[in-house]
Each structure stands twice: as C-alpha cells, then as structure tokens.
C-alpha cells in the first residue's frame, strides 16, 4: 500500500478559484498524487460563497501540479455532452494520463439554472448513459448525429487524444452502482456513517466489474483542536448532512440553508469524521480501504486548508507509503 491511494479534494464552493489552485499546488508539494474538484453553478450554502467553473480552472490546476484530476459531471442539462465530450477531450489531449472524467445524474440545484424540467431517477440515468454514449463516440473519431433525450446533429470531434479520458460514474445507492457496472470505466462514491452500506455499494460494483477502478470520497474535518474541527464542519458541511432524497429537489442554497438549520452539531458529526487526532483520522483511511476501494478522496470540510494539508502531508500520507 502507497500514499499513492489518496487524493486532495478541491472545493469550488468554499474557495474562490485562485485560492482553489493555490491549495491544489500545496497539496502536491506535501505529497498528494491525486486530486477531485467539484463542478457545480451553485454552492451548497450562502455560507460557503464560492462556485468557479471547474472547466475554466483545470487548464491551470494542471499545467501547475503533478496532480491527476478528476471531476464529476452531469452530462445533458446545463452542460450539451457534445462540449464535455471537448472540453474533457482537450484536456485528456494535453494531459494524456492525469486527467480523468466522471458523470453523475445531478442535482436540481446546479443542472436546473436551464429551466429545466427535472426529471425523477430512472429518467435521469437513462439520460446519463446516453449522454456517455455520445461522448464515447465522438471520442472515438465517429460523426455524431443522434436524436433522443438530447440532440446531436452531424458533430465530429478532431481534437482527440490517444487515449479517451476513463469515464467513471457516480453512485450513491447500490442499485445505481450495479448499474454502472454494465457500461462505466469505474465507479467513484461518497463515504457514508454506514460503512456496510458504503461496502454493499462496492461490492456491488465489483461482482460485476471486478478489474475496474473504485474511488471513495471521504469528508474528514481536521483542526488542531476539537472545538474548531467541529465548528468548521458545522459552518461548512452541515447543509450537506441533510438526509433522505429531499436535496435532489432543492433549487437554491438559501433552499439548502433552510433545511440544515434544523441539523444539530451531533448530526454533523455524524456525517463528517470530526477529530483532532490525526491518528483517528488515520484509522478511518484504513478502514476506507479495506473496502476494497483503489483510491480515497479527502476532502477537508472546514475551511483550514493549509493546516490540514500539511498535516496529512507530515503525519497521515507516510503511513501509506
């Protein structure tokens, strides 16, 4: 086992993207080989402030590190798989094995600035998979013209790299894990309070594509004390320990805020693996990967970036060497 399974998290919604990129390049520097970064038009509180165009900012984040990325995109709303299909294209194109692409079906708050109407689950994945479709065959060269949930109409991509970006899905529940497995290079997931919930979604992932990659996404709070490591994560993280499927609904962060008013400190730590020992933070990275995943996503919910990227940098990546 090397440090080589762990990645930085870059939040769009709680940094302005200068900021993003300067915390990007430190994590580098302390020796993260791999990094995740958000793609949404809304951040999930008024608190947290911030939501640049992930799109616009991984040109620099890439040409400034040794760092892979990768991103989560929801294909066929706000964004025409067409131009993802270019966008990740020129990047894979320029930087042939650090950049990586995943989808997701979305959330209302981001994809439905279109005016969109949104659709229940079932209808948003067969959406998602044919927005993969698209994408995967202008990648491999051919004239696209299509005509369903989105259109396409004679489009050819001539930017191409040798290799196509991985395309990776992203699951929350098993069922949608499972069905990934059928069509998706590899899965990324978020880790939950229920670690046997989060196994039964790899497991489900990996009885059907056992040789594919899966990538876990933790939220950690770190601080040099308790109290700030809980206060940070309330501040930051509490709209996101909302529970059951209502946030697929919520258009606004004002939307958000009025929901996770009604979250409590213990919810939080509930959700979000609150410590001030590095060594706990540790033991839960292990137990991440004793699930079977090939890579864990730390994302830092408070907003002391640099203390905990130096941190881990010192004290947790080396026991994964």
């Known amino acids: 086992m090397t440090a080589d399974v762990l990645g930085y998290h870059a939040s769009h919604e709680q940094f302005a993207p200068s900021e993003v990129l300067e915390y990007?390049?430190?994590?580098?520097?302390?020796?993260?080989e791999h990094a995740l970064a958000s793609d949404h038009f809304h951040p999930w509180s008024e608190q947290q402030g911030e939501s640049g165009l992930v799109w616009s900012w991984l040109g620099s984040a890439l040409e400034a590190t040794d760092l892979t990325f990768g991103t989560v995109n929801a294909p066929g709303y706000r964004y025409h798989p067409a131009i993802i299909a270019q966008g990740a294209a020129t990047l894979r194109e320029m930087y042939p094995e650090q950049f990586w692409l995943a989808v997701g079906s979305g959330q209302v708050l981001n994809e439905g600035i279109t005016g969109?109407?949104?659709?229940i689950k079932e209808e948003r994945n067969a959406r998602l998979e044919e927005c993969a479709t698209i994408m995967r065959r202008l990648w491999d060269g051919e004239e696209v013209t299509h005509h369903g949930r989105v259109d396409v109409e004679q489009a050819t991509l001539y930017s191409r790299p040798e290799t196509p970006p991985p395309l990776i899905g992203a699951a929350l529940s098993e069922e949608t894990a499972e069905w990934l497995a059928e069509?998706?290079?590899g899965m990324i997931t978020i880790a939950t309070p229920n670690h046997e919930d989060d196994a039964a979604r790899v497991?489900?992932?990996?009885?059907?594509?056992?040789?594919?990659?899966v990538y876990l996404k933790a939220q950690h709070s770190y601080a040099s004390d308790e109290e700030a490591a809980l206060e940070g994560a309330v501040e930051q993280w509490r709209?996101?320990?909302?529970?059951?499927?209502v946030t697929?609904?919520?258009?606004?962060?004002e939307d958000y805020d009025e929901l996770?008013?009604?979250i409590s400190d213990e919810d939080v730590e509930a959700n979000v693996r609150v410590s001030a020992d590095l060594e706990e933070h540790r033991e839960w990275i292990e137990?991440?990967?004793e699930l079977d995943v090939d890579r864990v996503y730390l994302h830092n919910v408070n907003t002391n970036q640099e203390e905990f990227i130096e941190a881990f940098g010192e004290d947790v990546l080396p026991a994964f060497d």
Request: aromatic letters at 8%; charged letters at 30%; hydrophobic letters at 35%.
């Open 24 to 32: 990007a390049q430190l994590a580098d520097e302390e020796g993260f």
């Open 116 to 119: 969109v109407d949104w659709p």
């Open 183 to 185: 069509w998706a290079d």
């Open 203 to 213: 497991e489900a992932f990996r009885e059907h594509a056992p040789e594919k990659p």
């Open 239 to 245: 709209n996101q320990c909302i529970p059951g499927t």
């Open 248 to 253: 697929q609904e919520l258009r606004t962060p």
């Open 260 to 262: 996770g008013a009604q």
């Open 287 to 289: 137990q991440d990967l």
